[in-house]
Nanobody
Framework: QVQLAESGGGLVQSGGTLRLACVVS????????MHWYRQSQGKEREMVAY????????NYADSVKGRFRISRDNVKNTVYLLMDNLKPEDTAVYYC????????WGQGTQVTVSS
């Protein structure tokens, strides 16, 4: 059973930086494609960033390109989302997702950006 646990959320001022982490258990992360999604109040969940299982391919939502960076550490079984120059519109619950012959979600971590 693959389990994901996010951490690193919190309250930050506009222009600030946060780094989210997602620790994977129950599977070696090296076989998993990893994603970060977010969901703000009243809106649908949206994909923020993606990284392939070997880290060779990444993709970002247009709204975060140039500000967010996804990375992975297969030794620590962890994927990260570094978020720079945060804006109030980045406020949301951020979720980690893993895919490999199935889809697995974490419980989410709240990010709040004050203006």
């Amino acid at each position: 059973q693959v389990q994901l646990a996010e951490s690193g959320g919190g309250l930050v001022q506009s222009g600030g930086t946060l780094r989210l982490a997602c620790v994977v258990s129950g599977s070696p992360i090296s076989i998993l494609a990893m994603h970060w999604y977010r969901q703000s109040q009243g809106k649908e969940r949206e994909m923020v960033a993606y990284i392939s299982s070997n880290g060779g391919s990444t993709n970002y939502a247009d709204s975060v390109k140039g500000r967010f960076r996804i990375s992975r550490d297969n030794v620590k079984n962890t994927v990260y989302l570094l978020m720079d120059n945060l804006k109030p519109e980045d406020t949301a619950v951020y979720y980690c997702k893993a895919t490999y012959f199935g889809t697995y979600w974490g419980q989410g971590t709240q990010v709040t950006v004050s203006s």
